[in-house]
């Protein structure tokens, strides 16, 4: 069945650069996205990436592609406390009865050390 | 873009009793989803929110428990029925137009049974 799959934890110092990897299973996927929830909090939309682009960037944000892979990934620049959340991967679904929901990965936390 | 408010934003009940969570779109949007994310999980999808006619449940979740309404292309309701500890859960509603199209989600409705 369809699977996304991410690492469940990561680590970084305050001003290194953070990267989130994500694998995904449904090659018909149109959309990929990243969202971020703090703690208590909603989804809040980062960033989103169209299947036939490779690369999104916006502010501090990277967003990679490889379609051949079935990787995506995030990359903040110059993370900060702030960012310290759980970021989840989500790709939607494009085939059979499917009407466009998503299917999420189980997240990465991620923390930030001053 | 699609802002979406879900009413209440947290409760807690009483074990055995019913909670509707209101979900409000500020536009017309094709699709109406509802997730559930269960403590320190990831979001699973409930159901389609059909407008005029009965939801879509995925695999696992039935009306009975989970009644949902759409009466316009704005507005649906999430009923979680004869509530028990194990529904205590972030329940989320998103929205699109369709698939291939950009999702948007509500800030959730943290829900504590007791």
């Known amino acids: 069945g369809e699977d996304v799959e991410q690492s469940l934890f990561l680590s970084v110092r305050e001003g290194d650069s953070s990267v989130i990897n994500c694998t995904y299973t449904d090659s018909s996927s149109t959309y990929l996205y990243w969202y971020k929830q703090e703690p208590g909090a909603g989804l809040q939309l980062l960033t989103y990436i169209f299947s036939n682009m490779d690369m999104k960037q916006d502010q501090r944000l990277t967003v990679l592609l490889n379609k051949k892979d079935k990787h995506l990934s995030l990359r903040i620049a110059d993370t900060q406390t702030g960012d310290s959340a759980i970021y989840f991967c989500?790709?939607?679904?494009?085939?059979?009865?499917?009407?466009?929901?998503?299917?999420f990965g189980k997240g990465t936390k991620l923390s930030v050390k001053p | 873009s699609a802002v979406i408010s879900q009413k209440p934003s947290r409760d807690i009940c009483q074990r055995g009793t019913s909670l509707t969570i209101q979900c409000q779109v500020d536009?017309?949007?094709?699709?109406m989803f509802w997730y559930r994310q269960q403590p320190g999980q990831s979001l699973t999808l409930i159901a389609t929110?059909?407008?005029?006619?009965?939801?879509?449940?995925e695999s696992g979740f039935v009306i009975d428990k989970f009644p949902i309404s759409r009466p316009n292309l704005t507005f649906s309701t999430l009923t979680v029925s004869n509530m028990s500890p194990e529904d205590s859960s972030i329940y989320l509603c998103?929205?699109?137009?369709?698939?291939?199209?950009?999702?948007?989600f509500g800030q959730g409705t943290r829900l504590t049974v007791v």
């Open positions: 536009s017309q949007v094709t699709m």
């Open positions: 989500a790709e939607s679904m494009n085939y059979g009865g499917s009407q466009g929901n998503l299917i």
């Open positions: 998103s929205a699109n137009n369709g698939v291939g199209t950009e999702a948007f």
């Open positions: 929110a059909n407008q005029g006619s009965e939801a879509t449940y």
